[in-house]
């Protein structure tokens, strides 16, 4: 199939070759039809990866400060290659989609094969989309008119915050095609509405369309007209919905509306607000969020968990079924709004009259046609290097295409497959880093004979079926951590590998990817304290950085939280530098805040008297270290820091051990794990230490304090 991309780098549009995706549980494919280009949304988008490097940073500040902080803690080298795969990132566009149910998840009940339905999907023959972020479309409403749904629901949305009643009067401050809905909208609300624009074209559709409406060209003439249309009382309410650098149209808006009048901004402007502006009529101003309440919250559009009709009268699906039946009534008429129609084979003429005559366009429909490829596997001409490691790689999100991926085509390996349930990076990976094919069945790429080694770099609560699948099709695996969310499943991983392993006499290598052990700091240390036969206390102090609690790293049933997920790297390293099994363990965790396990001390014992302290927070500054490891034995003291450098107390040689680059051992995991394939040796990692470690961490993250 094709899908439109946008390179974050420099801007451009391309239509790239992907397999269809995959059908998720909670949600649904869909064959497009037509698809709206938002020519705002999508013209911002286009104009900022075409600007230049310093008009990025002016931008984005925020983002330049992060830079200038990870090069302090984690290298320049490190640095770059994180801010080059930044802006070498492929991303889709559009969000505006009218197409034809073709597939069905299976916890989707209410819709069917053959459906026609709007969705936020982006500009592609084939879409996968979340059940809650799309509505069934009436028999009497064309597809034409439904593919503004979404668009005229972040109108909606905006409206809805403003609460109008009978009678009021409201300006539509920018009367793009968020800005031509929203005064439909409010006039169907039974509202007086003016509307506002500086391109005499928009005036015109509007006025064409039954709105009262404004070519405004100056600061004191649009609210001397304001106030002529509000007979001098003031507006009610001003919707703001166009993009300015300037916080002057907040200033107007304010000066526009009446004592204890509402301001809604759907768009995107300075908000650098003037108090005064706001004191004296005590003016209400809130922004308004997409297409209304659900939108961001993975529990709504991923899981499907809708909000109590009774506590949320308005979610956003809810708010998409109420402007198609508006559309079904005919009370919103969008045959002014469409500018020009294309072929989807024709997109670059479609952005090119996006970009070139901006001011003169409002909605650009794609059509599709039925001639598309439907494969979920596409063939490419891979870079061979006729390897015995035949490579299969299941992933390829931001560590597996940033770190794993980058780092295995440096190896001698060939890379056979990459399976990914969708998203377009996907085809980036495959072409730069010569796979020889694509696809978005991971069981048909493990069950490929072509393939005998599967990297597992998908979601966590994937890992541990995919292991099961990969060891039954006899397969050597390097599984990203954690190898497993549950206790059940690290014991039904076990119960097959030790099933093979008693049928056939020999296993597949199995590894996971605790690399913080394979840095060479690390393993200086362990060569120093190895032969010390006294206890040892070690200190493991992590400044993990904050995480969303609503990202799926926090989720316990996808991610696992943030100890299963992230600490069993340092419950590895500390397992790994005494060379001891774990004996005992407890956990303390911060009360009272939003989340527990990121802001975690946990102690390890071990059979030889030794003890470990992990402190893994997430509530500290982020220009300080990341990782540091401090290790006291016999009157001596090794401390790791970030693993860039390593200082010494108490030994012959007090010399402190610097690296031109940061080494966490990621290099030497995987190059170890690729040696013992091809030399037919031991794991690198013993399987038995895999297992225990991971137990702990389950363990750890599921214990009540103590």
């Known amino acids: 199939m094709k899908q439109l991309i946008y390179s974050f780098s420099d801007g451009k549009i391309v239509a790239e070759d992907l397999p269809v995706p995959k059908c998720g549980e909670n949600g649904l494919i869909i064959e497009s039809t ?66 034809k149910v073709i597939e069905v998840g299976e916890k989707v009940k209410d819709l069917s094969i053959g459906d026609r339905v709007i969705s936020n999907g982006p500009h592609a023959e084939y879409i996968s989309v979340e059940r809650n972020l799309c ?10 008119d439904a593919v503004f749904c979404v668009i005229a629901s972040i109108s909606l949305q905006g409206i809805r915050l403003s609460k109008p009643t009978l009678g009021e009067k409201y300006v539509v401050f920018g009367l793009g095609l968020i800005g031509q809905l929203a005064a439909q909208l409010l006039k169907a609300n039974g509202c007086m509405v003016l509307g ?55 200033k107007q808006a304010a000066m526009m509306c009446r004592k204890r009048g509402k301001i809604i901004l759907i768009g995107d402007t300075k908000l650098d607000l003037d108090r005064s502006d706001f004191y004296e009529k005590e003016i209400s101003f809130q922004v308004s969020c997409s297409y209304g309440p659900g939108r961001y919250d993975d529990n709504y559009e991923k899981k499907g968990q809708d909000y109590p009709y009774g506590f949320v009268r308005w979610t956003q699906n809810r708010n998409f079924q109420a402007i198609l039946q508006l559309m079904s009534e005919k009370s919103i008429n969008t045959d002014n709004l469409i500018s020009r129609r294309f072929k989807f084979s024709d997109y670059k003429d479609a952005y090119e009259l996006l970009l070139d005559n901006d001011a003169e366009n409002l909605g650009i429909i794609l059509d599709y046609h039925n001639t598309k490829n439907s494969n979920k596997t596409l063939e490419y001409s891979a870079k061979s290097v006729n390897s015995d490691v035949k490579m299969g790689v299941i992933g390829s999100g931001n560590y597996s295409g940033r770190i794993l991926i980058p780092l295995l085509s440096k190896l001698d390996v060939d890379l056979i497959s990459l399976a990914n349930t969708g998203g377009v ?30 990297v597992i770099a998908s979601r966590h609560d994937t890992h541990a079926d995919m292991v099961i699948r990969s060891l039954s099709s006899r397969k050597n695996i390097f599984c990203e951590k954690p190898l497993a969310l549950k206790i059940k499943d690290i014991d039904k991983i076990d119960k097959k590998y030790n099933k093979i392993c008693e049928s056939d006499g020999k296993v597949p290598i199995l590894m996971v990817g605790f690399n913080r052990r394979f840095s060479s ?59 001891q099994k774990i004996s005992s363990f407890t956990k303390m965790s911060m009360k009272n805040d939003e989340i527990n396990d990121d802001k975690t001390i946990m102690n390890l014992g071990f059979n030889d008297g030794s003890i470990a302290s992990i402190q893994y927070l997430a509530n500290g500054h982020e220009s300080f270290m990341k990782e540091r490891i401090e290790i006291f034995c016999d009157k001596k003291i090794i401390q790791i820091n970030n693993f860039k450098n390593m200082k010494l107390w108490g030994w012959k040689r007090n010399k402190t051990v610097r690296l031109f680059n940061q080494d966490k051992g990621q290099v030497e995991c995987l190059k170890s794990f690729v040696r013992s394939i091809q030399t037919g040796g031991k794991a690198p990692i013993p399987y038995e230490e895999i297992i225990e470690v991971s137990k702990i961490s389950i363990q750890i993250a599921g214990s009540s304090e103590n």
């Open 135 to 144: 509505a069934k479309i009436p028999d009497n409403v064309r597809d034409i």
């Open 34 to 99: 037509h698809s709206l280009i938002s020519s705002g949304t999508e013209k911002m988008l286009i104009d900022f990866g075409r600007s230049g490097y310093l008009e990025k940073i002016k931008k984005q500040p925020e983002k330049a400060k992060q830079v200038i902080n990870k090069i302090k803690n984690d290298g320049l080298r490190s640095t770059l290659n994180a801010v080059s795969n930044k802006m070498n990132s492929l991303n889709q566009i559009g969000y505006c989609n009218v197409g």
């Open 521 to 579: 700091l690390t393993k200086k240390a362990k060569k120093m304290i190895q032969g010390i036969n006294r206890p040892k206390v070690i200190n493991i102090t992590i400044n993990a950085g904050h995480i969303s609690k609503n990202s799926w790293v926090q989720d316990y049933e996808q991610g696992g939280g943030r100890i299963i997920g992230e600490a069993c790297h340092f419950i590895d390293l500390a397992r790994y530098l005494v060379g």
């Open 196 to 250: 506002i624009d500086n391109n005499n074209e928009k005036v015109k559709i509007a006025k064409e369309t039954g709105i009262d409406s404004f070519l405004s060209k100056a600061f004191n003439s649009t609210i001397e007209k304001a106030n002529q249309f509000s007979s001098d009382q003031g507006v009610d309410g001003v919707i703001l919905s166009l993009s300015s650098s300037s916080s002057l149209p907040i």
């Open 425 to 454: 990076n996907s085809a980036f990976y495959v072409k730069k880093y010569g796979f020889a094919k694509l696809t978005t069945d991971s069981s048909s790429l493990i069950s490929d004979d072509m393939i005998n080694t599967v």
